[in-house]
């Protein structure tokens, strides 16, 4: 069975500061994919970020970069240069196969609140 | 290049109605994936179609809910007999193909069961 856990309720972070996102996760699929999305307080959900388990290097897009630790299991998302913009709840997820398919699991999100 | 459209935004309907959400994937996209959100919570997987096919609908409720993707139109979710604990936001997601393909949201559609 997949699983996706995010430990961290809350965080709060100074403005133009870094932040991590804690996300690790469960699987026995060798081939998945980990995803972040962003869900601002509109609620609509952005993709930010996608690392592929055989992907060598760890997977950036402008301030974010996916710390990818394979053998801890833990894919934790960096934000550099925090902006208020970024306060919204993140999303980890995995799309492993499941049935026959590749199936998406969700943890239960990180709110994350930016201060100036 | 319109992303995935969900219609309605929000709605609100009495205990016992209907409630139908509409989606449409995006562009080139042909597989669905509906999600719902509960208050406070992450994404829980519903269902998954093709085109005129229900792949997987594991994470659907066996009463009331139902799930299609025609030939032609949208993603319909139909949830018979609404009742107040159906309140969640609904997500549909579409990707090109069901493989390892990133699905991308639409901006979903909040029930609210009076």
């Known amino acids: 069975a997949q699983k996706i856990t995010q430990t961290q309720p809350g965080m709060f972070v100074q403005e133009k500061e870094a932040v991590t996102l804690d996300c690790t996760y469960d699987t026995s699929d060798p081939s998945y994919g980990l995803f972040w999305y962003k869900q601002p307080s509109s609620g609509e959900m952005i993709f930010l970020i996608y690392?592929?388990?055989?992907?060598?290097q760890n997977a950036t897009e402008g301030r974010y970069s996916l710390n990818f630790q394979k053998a801890r299991k833990s894919a934790n998302l960096v934000i550099s240069a925090s902006q208020l913009g970024d306060s919204a709840m993140y999303f980890c997820a995995m799309r492993a196969n499941s049935g026959g398919y590749q199936k998406v699991t969700f943890g239960i999100g990180t709110k994350l609140q930016v201060i100036p | 290049n319109a992303g995935v459209m969900q219609n309605p935004r929000h709605l609100v309907r009495r205990r016992g109605q209907e409630a139908r959400l509409r989606c449409s994937p995006m562009?080139?996209?042909?597989?669905v994936y509906w999600y719902r959100q509960l208050p406070e919570e992450g994404l829980k997987f519903m269902v998954y179609?093709?085109?005129?096919?229900?792949?997987?609908e594991s994470g659907m409720p066996k009463e009331r809910f139902s799930a299609e993707f025609p030939k032609e139109g949208p993603s319909i979710l139909r949830i018979q007999q609404v009742v107040r604990g159906d309140s969640a936001a609904y997500f549909c997601?579409?990707?090109?193909?069901?493989?390892?393909?990133?699905?991308?949201f639409g901006p979903g559609t909040r029930l609210t069961v009076l």
């Open positions: 179609l093709q085109k005129e096919n229900i792949i997987d």
């Open positions: 997601a579409s990707s090109p193909g069901g493989g390892r393909d990133t699905q991308y």
């Open positions: 690392q592929g388990s055989y992907d060598q």
């Open positions: 562009k080139g996209h042909s597989h």
